[in-house]
């Protein structure tokens, strides 16, 4: 279970957690809302992980949302499915890339921001085209390092006196519009969490690993969240963590004063380049998928003697490469959440549909209470995507754009189907 539970860990912590509670405070009113919201982001996590298992365990193939999708609903929305999942891996890899840029910046590194990202993606590139063992092996690193620092950065803060609070205004109320955004924030430091799924065919005995190894990594997570928030609120007034850009930094300034902002970027920057390595890796097996089941070129369906997809890990590379270069870390975080939203969605509705027109399909493990974790988790995400477009019209259309440049796959997947 080692290498499970450290892509579940090394998938969902990164540097989010030092930076997303400042804008999520400024979004609600009062401390207690704070510390809920972010254990619903757990709660929510877990009731997504039900159904995932189920299919995982049930369809053990690497690929995840393609394999699922194509199997619920045919192979266009296979291939529809797996092209949103490949993006949203990318993009997501292209501005982690651009972050690692940015706090190597703070920590006095004067190069251009696209060139450092650039060069941070063909450096894990070239890692994970020279052994996949090597490449495993430094993502369990990447997350016990990770792990024991944000235990300790939490320890330090829970050690120093805490911070004086100062009542919320009075009158102050949760509107929609914050909750939405609070909910966005959240969940978006959340994802990741999944990634575990695409390395089910790679995987030794996945019906008893992959649940254990989801639901410890979620637990740890949760409570490290959970906690890393409750900490920044005794080390911080609910003010000034609201206006916070870096409230990890902040806090941890009452505790080792100037030399803050470099421990906290040292942290970042491991984190980064630890999650940027597992993004590499995911987005190369989803492609190896699409490969598999005609909705992508063959060649990237081949794999080299080290265990590595060779073209799969080079297209990766080269794509996140050029949308790295921009060094546009709003731009491109902007055009990723709507797609994460979507592949959840269609992942939960193949759960769903799997269970009506398959019942008889074995289950090596099954979500309990079905359909209710389906239920849920498709009310929340739908609800998140229509207040995205709402709110952020011209992302959600930049994101359909890019989902429309895969129509070619779609066309040639319809050729080589028909063509038998």
Not at 338 to 356: D, Q
């Amino acid at each position: 279970m080692p290498f499970g539970l450290a892509v579940v860990l090394g998938g969902s912590i990164g540097s989010g957690i030092l930076r997303t509670p400042g804008p999520v405070a400024a979004a609600l009113p009062n401390p207690r809302l704070l510390i809920l919201l972010w254990l619903f982001g757990g709660v929510l996590a877990f009731i997504e992980a039900l159904p995932l298992i189920e299919l995982a365990t049930a369809l053990p193939r690497t690929g995840g949302a393609i394999v699922y999708v194509e199997r619920a609903f045919g192979h266009i929305a296979g291939t529809l499915a797996g092209w949103c999942s490949w993006l949203q891996c990318v993009i997501s890899l292209a501005f982690m890339a651009v972050v690692f840029a940015e706090f190597a910046q703070r920590l006095g590194t004067h190069a251009p921001v696209g060139l450092m990202a650039v060069g941070l993606i063909v450096t894990i590139t070239a890692l994970n085209l020279s052994d996949t063992r090597t490449s495993g092996w430094g993502q369990m690193i990447g997350a016990v390092v990770k792990l024991l620092g944000l235990l300790a950065l939490i320890a330090l803060l829970f050690a120093v006196p805490p911070a004086p609070q100062v009542s919320h205004p009075p009158g102050s109320a949760l509107s929609l519009g914050g909750a939405v955004i609070a909910l966005l924030l959240v969940n978006n430091t959340y994802q990741g969490w999944s990634a575990l799924v695409p390395f089910v065919e790679e995987m030794r005995d996945p019906t008893r690993t992959m649940a254990r190894a989801m639901f410890v990594g979620l637990a740890i997570i949760t409570v490290i969240y959970v906690g890393m928030n409750v900490a920044l609120l005794r080390a911080l007034p609910f003010a000034t963590l609201a206006h916070s850009t870096l409230p990890a930094g902040d806090a941890m300034a009452r505790v080792v004063g100037p030399l803050a902002d470099r421990v906290i970027t040292a942290l970042s920057l491991i984190s980064v380049v630890a999650i940027a390595n597992l993004t590499t890796m995911l987005p190369a097996r989803i492609l190896l998928a699409m490969a598999r089941a005609r909705s992508a070129p063959a060649v990237f369906g081949r794999i080299g003697s080290n265990g590595s997809p060779y073209a799969a890990t080079l297209a990766v590379g080269l794509v996140a490469g050029v949308l790295a270069s921009s060094g546009a870390y709003i731009a491109l975080n902007a055009m990723y959440a709507p797609l994460a939203i979507l592949t959840t969605i269609a992942v939960m509705l193949a759960a769903w549909r799997l269970r009506r027109t398959e019942p008889t399909l074995p289950r090596p493990v099954r979500m309990p209470g079905h359909p209710v974790p389906v239920v849920v988790a498709l009310t929340v995400n739908i609800a998140m995507l229509v207040a995205f477009v709402a709110t952020s019209p011209l992302e959600a259309l930049g994101s359909v754009g890019l989902v429309a440049l895969g129509m070619p796959l779609l066309l040639l997947s319809q050729r080589k189907q028909s063509g038998g």
